[in-house]
């Protein structure tokens, strides 16, 4: 029963621990048993505190048994990108010069949910430096994506999408520059979910693009988020990036604005399928989809002006260790850091123009309605002998370009293929609708 319980949704974990069905030693004790068993496989985890994480347990059945519960969250696990400060465990962020990295303080985030109760299970992989979208890491090794072996989990976030489709934890951290938690999720089969720019601290992260840089959430289901959330969001006025962001109530009855034209966009037949079924689904069931076109807004292009502005500030974040140990950057890695070299002030001050542009185009997606849907990424998860598709992140960087929150929740995936994933973006501070959109019957969760 606990083993099973493992491969369910932080909310019915929750449920078990009020309800009395097992402790959170119990359910601790079973995580661990299941992330040594599999890890070896998967090589999702880096870095596994089971003392830690087995005391903080034993800790909340005392609260538990006081009556002094802390929340809703209180006993549950959760596990943390290893580009995410947790106190006392290493912040390599997938690199060879960060090895020894030890974290003083917890990040943020993980002090939020730390005060909510939640336990730090351990850390985990992704690809080197967050800029990539295979998590094929050179150093750490690469991770398996759970539903099939050889293939990508996605990246750079892989780690964390491949802790919870295997039931390894219930939550996981990841963050999201172009795509990095969204990717991961819609490989995986998992829900992915980013807020607005600035309404979740990356204070205790190690960046990959400042201007760009989420800290964002994979669950098994979307109504997670829910639980997760308000102490996810608590506003930092100690982070220079974050932002008093809005809290807009929920729709009820979103209008949904899709792509007229996503067999043009670069979509693989399987990916443009299963979206069309989606707006049939959602129409047949009475919600309104407006079709636009897409083909005026350059996706491409603006995923190559994210990975400008990441090349630069890569340079600023590393420039200790790529002056001292140039060696110990993998050659793509040290490819990223010498085309960064090489750009000039006008190049940078182009890719910038390219924020206003997204901004501009996200603002016409909503003149047509509330909620637009997109693939999340144009293919499903590929071999890792396979060259990695470079428009992976193309439908996905606009939402950090204009600082949307955004959701990737997994399509109903016949049996024996990889599911893909519908992603929902809204205005910014408009959160509460996508945690509330009815994908039942479209999408699995």
Not at 43 to 72: Q, T
Not at 191 to 201: N, Y
Not at 362 to 388: I, N, Y
């Amino acid at each position: 029963m606990l083993n099973s319980l493992s491969m369910q949704d932080l909310s019915a974990q929750s449920h078990a621990l009020s309800s009395g069905v097992c402790t959170s030693l119990e359910l601790t004790h079973t995580l661990l048993k299941r992330i040594h068993a599999r890890n070896p496989v998967l090589n999702a985890y880096l870095h596994i505190d089971d003392e830690g994480a087995l005391r903080d347990a034993a800790k909340s059945d005392a609260r538990r048994n006081h009556g002094k519960l802390l929340g809703p969250l209180d006993g549950l696990s959760l596990a943390v990108k290893d580009n995410i400060d947790v106190l006392g465990m290493p912040t390599t962020a997938g690199m060879a010069t960060r090895r020894a990295r030890m974290a003083t303080r917890d990040s943020f985030v993980v002090r939020q949910l730390r005060q909510e109760g939640m336990l730090v299970i351990g850390k985990l992989n992704m690809h080197e430096a967050a800029l990539g979208a295979t998590n094929d890491n050179p150093h750490f090794g690469r991770c398996e994506n759970p539903l099939r072996a050889g293939f990508t989990p996605g990246g750079s976030s892989g780690g964390s999408a491949s802790a919870v489709a295997a039931g390894l934890c219930a939550l996981a951290l990841g963050t999201d520059t172009m795509g990095s938690v969204r990717i991961p999720a819609a490989y995986c089969g998992v829900v992915g979910f980013k807020a607005s720019f600035g309404k979740v601290s990356t204070q205790g992260s190690v960046a990959c693009c400042r201007a760009l840089d989420h800290i964002g959430t994979l669950t098994r289901s979307q109504r997670d988020l829910a639980l997760v959330m308000p102490a996810f969001s608590t506003y930092d006025s100690d982070c220079p990036d974050a932002r008093q962001v809005p809290a807009f109530e929920a729709l009820q009855h979103p209008r949904f604005v899709a792509a007229s034209d996503i067999e043009s966009l670069g979509v693989t037949i399987e990916v443009a399928c299963a979206y069309r079924k989606a707006l049939k689904d959602l129409r047949q069931r009475g919600d309104e989809v407006c079709e636009i076109s897409l083909a005026d807004y350059p996706f491409g292009r603006a995923r190559r002006a994210g990975l400008i502005l990441a090349e630069a500030d890569l340079l600023i974040e590393h420039q200790s260790d790529w002056a001292r140990h140039p060696e110990l950057f993998s050659p793509d890695l040290a490819r990223f850091m010498r085309h960064g070299e090489q750009q000039t002030g006008s190049t940078l001050a182009q890719a910038l123009q390219v924020f206003a542009l997204a901004k501009e185009e996200t603002a016409r997606w909503f003149e047509h309605g509330d909620v637009m849907l997109l693939p999340t990424a144009p293919q499903c998860a590929f071999s890792f002998d396979t060259p990695a598709p470079v428009n992976q992140a193309d439908l996905t960087a606009i939402a950090n370009m204009a600082g949307l929150p955004a959701m990737s929740t997994p399509f109903a995936a016949a049996r024996g293929q990889l599911p893909c994933g519908l992603q929902s973006i809204a205005p910014v501070g408009c959160e509460n609708t996508l945690l509330s959109l009815n994908l039942d019957g479209v999408c699995t969760a």
